[in-house]
């Protein structure tokens, strides 16, 4: 490469702000994962990302891997799944679930199925490799992921020369960036190449300073049983290019890798694109975006792209601190903390687990991508577990649960925008497999928005719309965002509640409920029942469609009266609500899963839908419906506590709203030390990163829940946290709270709220009823009494 004069000032430069003296490895602080040797397996590399793209790095010392992943790209082209017969067998389905005849039901959902019946799969797009010269023996070698630096390091001593290597992805950028330093000049020498596991990807130096590589989706026959479909033309093309620059040495093309030659520092740049504009437009440049991409990023000095990216990070992931326990620099590497969490006394990986959380979701879900699919946006297989799509029936919202109490409002921009494309391929599902208008979604979608049932008989589940319609509702219920209620969650809201009403039909003479209004087909997600001792998933009017449809209809009731409009439909959805049959208590004193009280197959099952209205939902609680909340929880006991990384955190959640803060942390327990990898990513198995952001959820629904007008302080506390502190969590209501406590005491709690509006908070038995002011902190002792301002 030529040094310009511009390019040495540059260097020079960045050689007086960054010390070429890579700091010793950091002393392992409360928000950073730590290991010391390099990733030997994919789950033990360390995930950054920007929202659109994700990296895995590894921390090898003789050849770096930095495996790449865009959020756009994903198997097959823009498709409409809808298969315009589908409908014709809606009646006769019915009449064999309202007959008991389930099994030539399950037979009949073949011909409903989605045009294909399986969906498409997300992809993985290129891996970096860093292939180092031998420089002799290694120590001292540290690899850490510091949560507010959003920043994977590597730091070695090899052949006496300590190096240090740190890997972000910045948003304000939109470029991974890798950063090479050492304690002594003209040490670095190694080759740079790139890679992807995509069938003909093509990869070449374009430039003395620059490597490109691109490619197209390639037709694929996936193997059957992967819940994957196969496709017969060429899909999405994409593009990644990487610039490097050097500061002293040298870099040049050496075949068809750059070469870097005795350099002091290094830094590179990837940018990567596809074609995809929307689910119906593939047609953007993605080689013109990678290259402005990488182009831009590579005009700004390193420490420029440091800064933003921090600022940027930071602004996010700041907003909420939590301290569980006192702080005890452990000196444990992260994986022996994950696998000790069981027996040991280490609430502040607690707090990690949490903080985790948050910082995959601000890694994985960013304006301008893709929601976080089952994977988040790290995958590295052609053929991911269960595609790495997104499903419905728990996984995508379980994803986002964390995100308003969290504070973390931005990342649900791209399920907003996910939920608004739903609503188009939604009315086409609704219309021709229904007949109805509104909105549809079954247990799955893909990048090209499907909606129709898919997979199998489990797949005739018409009720994804209505749960995420009820998450839009709750995000307005935390943000009080009125725009954001008419624009957005209110034709969301709109559509689900046209679609219910459209299908909702009476229950016949004969059966239980005859004359109430029931869903039909209906099932309760994944499970199954005994019926004349064969297994059964159909039925009709399963609990939790019951739950989401009441929760909706409340919703919709109140949502329209905000922005006083639809005043008829308001009428006919209360006359409706009027008419569902009520939940009911089994004879096991469980709070029952179907219409009738079947025997499960399998009564460990690992999803327990029939409790989503006591969490995610509100409908049971334990001041508002004791005898449900009592039921709920004998379901609990039934369950047990196994399970799957994604179900053991949604117990840890449910046994929180049950105010019992000692079983949520056994679960917890359970969570983190049997279904967390290495580099504490969740397992299902396999990595599965549902698990994650639910457990994080259930953290903090364990310090903080909120309902309309209530907000409970502390309502789950186990022992095992006894002192700590919190600030930034968010109640509904728009309420910023801070909390402290000791010997599992609160002992201050400082609430600020948005907007002026009354408010009881409840810690224990005590209770204060506020009238909160706009912006105005309130200050409570540890008996909720309020302080004045300059106590
Ligand atoms: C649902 C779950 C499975 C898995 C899959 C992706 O089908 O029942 O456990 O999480 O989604």
């Known amino acids: 490469m030529k040094t310009t004069r511009r390019r040495v000032l540059e260097g020079s430069a960045a050689l007086l702000a960054v010390p070429l003296m890579p700091a010793a490895a950091a002393e392992p602080a409360g928000l950073t994962l730590h290991y010391e040797k390099p990733a030997a397996e994919w789950t033990d590399a360390l995930p950054v990302g920007n929202g659109r793209l994700g990296a895995m790095v590894f921390g090898g010392v003789a050849s770096e891997r930095i495996q790449i992943n865009e959020a756009t790209l994903w198997g097959g082209g823009p498709h409409d799944y809808v298969a315009p017969d589908a409908g014709k067998h809606l009646a006769e389905l019915r009449r064999l679930i309202f007959a008991g005849q389930i099994e030539a039901a399950e037979q009949l959902t073949a011909q409903m199925m989605g045009a294909p019946p399986v969906l498409l799969p997300y992809q993985p797009f290129c891996d970096l490799w860093l292939t180092f010269e031998d420089a002799g023996e290694t120590d001292d070698y540290a690899r850490t992921l510091a949560l507010d630096d959003a920043t994977v390091a590597i730091a070695y001593r090899r052949g006496g020369v300590r190096f240090r290597r740190d890997v972000f992805v910045s948003y304000p950028d939109k470029a991974l960036v890798v950063r090479l330093t050492a304690d002594r000049r003209g040490k670095h020498n190694f080759s740079i ?112 792209l440091k800064r933003a990216h921090l600022a940027d990070f930071r602004a996010l992931f700041h907003r909420v601190q939590l301290q569980l326990g006192p702080h005890r620099p452990s000196h444990k590497t992260t994986d022996v903390r994950i696998r000790d969490f069981k027996t040991a006394d280490d609430p502040e990986l607690a707090a990690l687990y949490y903080q985790f959380g948050r910082y995959l979701l601000i890694s994985s879900s960013r304006p301008g991508g893709q929601p976080a699919n089952l994977q988040g946006i790290w995958n ?140 039909n087909p209906s099932t309760s997600p994944e499970n199954a029942y005994l019926l004349n001792g064969r297994r059964a998933g159909l039925t009709y009017a399963a609990s939790m469609d019951l739950e989401m449809i009441a929760a909706l209809f409340d919703a919709f009731a109140e949502a329209s009266a905000l922005l006083d409009t639809d005043g008829d439909l308001r009428e006919q959805v209360l006359k409706a609500k009027d008419r569902l049959p009520p939940l009911q208590i089994g004879s096991r004193g469980q709070l029952q899963e179907w219409i009738e009280d079947y025997p499960e197959t399998e009564p460990e099952h690992r999803h327990v839908s029939h409790l989503w209205a006591l969490y995610p939902g509100q409908g049971i609680s334990l001041r508002g419906t004791p005898e449900l909340a009592a039921a709920a929880k004998r379901s609990l006991e039934l369950r047990g506590d196994g399970g799957t990384g994604w179900a053991k955190a949604w117990k840890v959640a449910l046994w929180a709203r049950l105010g019992d803060g000692d079983h949520a942390h056994r679960l917890l327990k359970g969570l983190i030390s049997d279904s967390t990898l290495p580099n504490m990513f969740d397992v299902c198995p396999p990595f599965q990163i549902d698990g994650n952001f639910g457990g994080a959820a259930a953290i903090s629904e364990m310090l903080l829940q909120s309902d309309d007008g209530e907000i409970a302080l502390l309502p789950a506390l186990p022992g095992a946290w006894s002192e700590g502190r919190v600030q930034g969590l968010r109640a509904r209501g728009g309420v910023k709270v801070d909390m402290e406590w000791r010997d599992r005491r609160l002992t201050s709690a400082m609430l600020v709220s948005g907007a002026d509006h009354p408010e009881e908070v409840r810690n224990g038995g005590k209770r204060v009823k506020l009238d909160l002011v706009a912006n105005t902190p309130v200050r409570l002792d540890a008996n909720l009494r309020p302080r004045s301002r300059k106590a």
Do not use: C
Not at 393 to 406: F, H, P, R, T
């Open 380 to 519: 590295q297989d052609l053929v991911p577990a269960w595609g790495s799509k997104m499903t419905t029936n728990i996984n995508l919202e379980m994803n986002y649960w964390l995100a308003d109490s969290g504070a973390l409002w931005e990342t649900q921009e791209t399920l907003w925008n996910l939920i608004g494309d739903l609503q188009v391929t939604g009315a086409e599902t609704a219309r021709a497999n229904y007949g109805a208008g509104g909105w549809v979604l079954h247990h799955n979608t893909d990048l090209w928005r499907a909606t129709t049932p898919v997979d199998g008989a489990w797949g005739m589940w018409p009720m994804g719309g209505v749960w995420l319609a009820n998450q839009m509702w709750d995000h307005y219920r935390y943000s009080r965002d009125d725009a954001f209620l008419r624009a957005r969650a209110y034709p969301a809201m709109k559509g689900a509640v046209r679609f219910v009403l459209d299908t909702l039909v009476e229950a016949p003479q004969g059966l239980h409920f005859a004359g109430r209004l029931v869903t």
């Open 193 to 304: 190449g790139l890679s992807s596991p995509q069938p003909e990807a093509a990869s070449e130096v374009t430039a003395d300073d620059t490597l490109q590589l691109q490619g197209q989706i390639q037709a694929r026959e996936n193997p059957p049983g992967s819940w994957i479909a196969s496709w017969n033309s060429q899909g999405l093309r994409y593009a990644a290019v990487l610039k490097v620059k050097v500061d002293g040495g040298s870099v040049k093309r050496d075949g068809a890798r750059l070469s870097v030659r005795n350099a002091d520092a290094v830094t590179i740049l990837l940018g990567g694109a596809t074609g995809f504009v929307t689910f119906r437009d593939v047609g953007a440049d993605a080689l013109a975006r990678a290259a402005e991409f990488a182009g831009a990023a590579a005009l700004k000095p390193y420490n420029r």
